[in-house]
T-cell receptor
Framework: GQNIDQPTEMTATEGAIVQINCTYQTSGFNGLFWYQQHAGEAPTFLSYNVLDGLEEKGRFSSFLSRSKGYSYLLLKELQMKDSASYLCAVKDSNYQLIWGAGTKLIIKP | DVKVTQSSRYLVKRTGEKVFLECVQDMDHENMFWYRQDPGLGLRLIYFSYDVKMKEKGDIPEGYSVSREKKERFSLILESASTNQTSMYLC?????????????FGEGSRLTVL
């Protein structure tokens, strides 16, 4: 079966750095997405990785290792508004998106 | 900005009722999707459409049907609502083809079936 694993919940301190991991086992790989979802709101796109390596976008970076079936989202200089759920999704060999259950990130002052 | 609008944010229905959830996007996207989101589970795909009049089953189509008569509108229909269909329903759209890019989501429709 296809599987995406993410931690259920993480807590971090304002101003700090947090890394949210995502491991996947899918039938093929055609890219990996990260989305942010604030409580009661729509998921919004953060990043897309299709090749190995680190993609940086402001305070957020996303890393991919296809050989290890692993990605992480790195959030720097955490702000209270970063409190949200972070969803990892992999595009499989049929271009279908397989979604993780999401990681709820709690930021404390 | 891309806007995906879902007709109702909150609905309460009774078992056996027919339920319509409507979704409209304003960016001329070819692809449209219906997902349900439940606590502790990843988004699960109900149906999707790559073009007008086209529809394909996702992972959990049972108990649902869809309609796409116009490019901008994708409707989800629950023919006879059941309590296990109580959930958050998310509509999304994206640029064309099977190798979909970024999905743009609506705000969601929270359905409670009593």
């Amino acid at each position: 079966g296809q599987n995406i694993d993410q931690p259920t919940e993480m807590t971090a301190t304002e101003g700090a750095i947090v890394q949210i991991n995502c491991t996947y086992q899918t039938s093929g790989f055609n890219g990996l997405f990260w989305y942010q979802q604030h409580a009661g709101e729509a998921p919004t796109f953060l990043s897309y990785n299709v090749l190995d390596g680190l993609e940086e976008k402001g305070r957020f970076s996303s890393f991919l290792s296809r050989s290890k079936g692993y990605s992480y989202l790195l959030l720097k200089e955490l702000q209270m508004k970063d409190s949200a759920s972070y969803l990892c999704a992999v595009k499989d060999s049929n271009y279908q998106l397989i979604w993780g259950a999401g990681t709820k990130l709690i930021i404390k002052p | 900005d891309v806007k995906v609008t879902q007709s109702s944010r909150y609905l309460v229905k009774r078992t056996g009722e027919k339920v319509f959830l409507e979704c409209v996007q304003d960016m001329d996207h070819e692809n449209m999707f219906w997902y349900r989101q439940d606590p502790g589970l990843g988004l699960r795909l109900i149906y999707f459409s790559y073009d007008v009049k086209m529809k394909e089953k996702g992972d959990i189509p049972e108990g649902y049907s869809v309609s796409r008569e116009k490019k901008e509108r994708f409707s989800l229909i629950l023919e006879s609502a059941s309590t296990n269909q109580t959930s958050m329903y998310l509509c999304a759209s994206s640029w064309g083809g099977r190798d979909t890019g970024e999905l743009f989501f609506g705000e969601g429709s929270r359905l409670t079936v009593l």
